[in-house]
């Protein structure tokens, strides 16, 4: 008998096939990268890690993992060449926010500072949200984006100087403008912080050389997988070889159990899939798609965070049109195209309401559309807008 589990993915599958999906941090893998990860690896326990990785860790507690071995270190290795760096990698973090999660244990104790971009300013839960854990384990601390919506780096510079913080953090889940690695490194050693970036939206962006890369600059650096990337839902630790041991073990056993042998799997997929160069020129289209989209916007009047992009989001700020970013999201639903609702910087509305939506170009890009049907879905989406409004 055919479990019924197949009818309902068989109906999200349906779903995915046909939405215009507009989620800034989704995407559609490959074919091999589900089959690395709904293959046999999902029976094997592995908990530590390949004895070869880090000097003196006590190498697996399991038998029979010299296959995982082989296919932890390939993981490794292909990411590293992913991103043209020889920092050490840990591929075991089950997502983004255990990648974090771990990232700050290994280098800071509770009770430290950390500064870090506002989830209201587009920054992540684990980047010290009062209902995360990051926001309980440390002291927070925000820096702020301009009035144009673009990071205020002297304001993050004064503040460091005050606050004296043990971590800058750097990253975003809804920042559409280049990050200045190199300016924050700066700040982080004058204060003597550590600084980590959490690179999960524009990771992609990183390994095809359309934004700046922290490699080099940062001690540690998170990401996700399946966002940019392309690759399983996962997460990832990069950082310097003086960190390795300490940061290994605060992914085990400090915070995991056994890793996910198959998701492994289908990471390394995704990481040979971004050494090649037809992953830039995929990259290289989103950002493209996601500028003409962007602009066909402002042509029409709208309001965009910033004024623009630079990368393969941007937020569409619906302040003077009086409709909520929930309302478009729920009504766009209804039409068949999936984004998110989104708090604009300095937004007076709650975050289930929000003024804005947060719009990405990585998934349809993927499915093949060009700038001309992301103008044409634009187009969609105003006349969505406009019926809204008229109904008011
Ligand atoms: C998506 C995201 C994460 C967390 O990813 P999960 O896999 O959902 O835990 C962390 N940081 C940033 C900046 C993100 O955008």
């Known amino acids: 008998m055919r479990s019924r589990v197949f009818e309902i993915i068989d109906k999200e599958q349906e779903r995915q096939q ?63 060449q992913a991103f043209h760096t020889d920092y050490h990698v840990n591929v075991q973090p089950h997502s983004g926010s255990n990648a974090n999660l771990a990232a700050y244990m290994s280098i800071l104790q509770p009770g ?70 190199d300016r924050i490194a700066a700040i982080a050693a004058e204060v003597g912080a550590y600084f980590m970036v959490d690179m999960a939206h524009i990771a992609g962006l990183v390994a095809a050389g359309d934004h700046p890369s922290p490699f080099g600059l940062a001690d540690i650096i998170t990401t996700t997988t399946h966002k940019t990337l392309r690759g399983p839902r996962g997460g990832l630790i990069f950082c310097k070889p003086e960190l390795a041991k300490k940061v290994d073990s605060a992914i085990f056993p400090g915070t995991q159990g056994g890793p996910l042998e198959h998701v492994i799997a289908g990471k390394a997929v995704a990481a040979e899939e971004a050494c090649r160069p037809e992953y830039a ?72 309401q929000t003024s804005g939506v947060r719009i990405g170009t990585a998934a349809m890009t993927t499915r093949g559309y060009t700038e001309a049907d992301f103008r044409a879905v634009a187009h969609r989406i105003d006349a969505v807008i406009q019926e809204l409004r008229a109904a008011l």
């Open 112 to 181: 430290d500072t950390i500064l870090s971009m506002s989830l209201s300013n587009g920054g992540h839960l684990t980047h010290g949200s009062p209902v995360n854990f990051s926001g309980k384990l440390y002291r927070m601390a925000f820096y702020d984006v301009d009035e144009h919506g673009f990071i205020d780096y002297d304001a993050m510079e004064k503040l460091a100087r005050q606050l004296r913080p043990q971590l800058i953090l750097a990253g975003a889940s809804a920042y559409s403008r280049v990050i200045h690695f």
């Open 18 to 80: 046909n939405n215009v999906e507009l989620i800034a941090s989704e995407n559609f893998v490959s074919e091999d990268v589900l089959r690395a990860v709904g293959s046999c690896l999902t029976n094997k326990y592995s908990e530590g890690y390949p004895t070869t990785r880090t000097s003196g860790n006590k190498g697996r507690y399991y038998g029979g993992c010299e296959v995982v071995n082989e296919l932890e270190e390939y993981c490794c290795d292909m990411w590293r």
């Open 281 to 352: 020129e995929y990259i290289h289209a989103v950002v493209r798609n996601c500028k003409a989209m962007c602009d066909e916007f402002l042509h029409m009047g709208y309001k965009v965070v910033t004024g623009g992009t630079d990368n393969h989001l941007f937020l569409l700020d619906l302040t003077d049109t009086g409709i909520t970013g929930k309302a478009v999201q729920d009504e766009l639903d209804r039409h068949g195209i999936t984004l998110n609702k989104n708090c604009v910087p300095g937004d007076t509305r709650s975050p289930q």
